[in-house]
Structures are given as C-alpha cells and as structure tokens.
C-alpha cells in the first residue's frame, strides 16, 4: 500500500527541487504508478566536461525534441564533470533513485552518457533491464517505439 512516508522515503535522496515535484502530484496520481508497476515518465539526461562549457545547448535540444513530438518532459538532469565513469551525482541519483519501469531516458548524444564505451555499453544494458528506455537524439532509431509497430 502506498503512503506517504513511501513518498517521503523516495526523495530523502534526491534534491529540493524533485521533492517538491513529488508533492505537488496528488497521492493519487502517485497511487496509480505504483499500482501499475509501470510509470512512463520521460527525464532528460545532459552532462558537459567542465564548468565552462554550457548546459544549455543540449538541455534546449531535449526540451524542442519533447515539444515538438507532444512529450511532457518531466526534468533534465545535468552534470558537469568528466564522462569517463559513471560517479556523477546528478546522474547517480536519475539512475538510482528516479528511474522506474517504463520509464524513458532522453539524452542529446551517446558520449554525453559516457566516453568509454565497454562501460557505456554496461549501463545501457543496465537501464535495459531495468525497464527504461533510452532515446538518443543523435540515434534516429532509438525515437521509435517499436512496440507500437504492428
């Protein structure tokens, strides 16, 4: 049964800012996710080298992207450090903590996931199983939904 300490317990790692999205739904809205065991919610994923380098080119291409095809967007999530692991907060905890079942995971290209790719090739595989799509921008065909082919 969902309550709300569930809810409470499901922000205690992540940010202000997601833990007031949380609220903001009615329990109910909430309630029937978890019923479902499947909860379709589209995150975006944007991660630059440095500091100097600027979040906004690839957070705006995921925002036009989900605009332009009727997507509701729910946040994007960002990084500024090195993609040569996976040891990046903000994407630690989109991985960890906000990613469900049904799930989709909108990135603007693959090396903005990481830059080695055994590893790379690790997490995709992870997500996979985990049940969340991943759609690259870069990467026309991961757009489509195949199960909506006949």
Request: aromatic share 12%; net charge negative; with cysteine.
């Amino acid at each position: 049964m969902f309550t709300f300490w569930n809810a409470h317990s499901y922000t205690d790692y992540v940010s202000n800012n997601v833990l007031k999205q949380v609220y903001e739904h009615p329990i109910k809205y909430v309630w029937n996710y978890e019923q479902e065991g499947v909860f379709n919610i589209y995150y975006g994923y944007h991660r630059t080298s440095t500091l100097e380098q600027h979040l906004d080119r690839g957070i705006n291409e995921i925002a036009e992207y989900c605009n332009a095809n009727g997507i509701h967007l729910e946040k994007v999530y960002t990084d500024q450090l090195t993609g040569k692991n996976f040891d990046r907060p903000r994407y630690t905890v989109l991985r960890d903590d906000i990613l469900r079942n049904g799930d989709s995971l909108i990135i603007t290209e693959l090396d903005r996931l990481g830059r080695n790719k055994r590893d790379t090739l690790k997490e995709l595989q992870h997500l996979r199983d985990k049940g969340v799509r991943v759609m690259i921008l870069e990467i026309p065909t991961t757009l489509q939904d195949l199960t909506k082919l006949d």
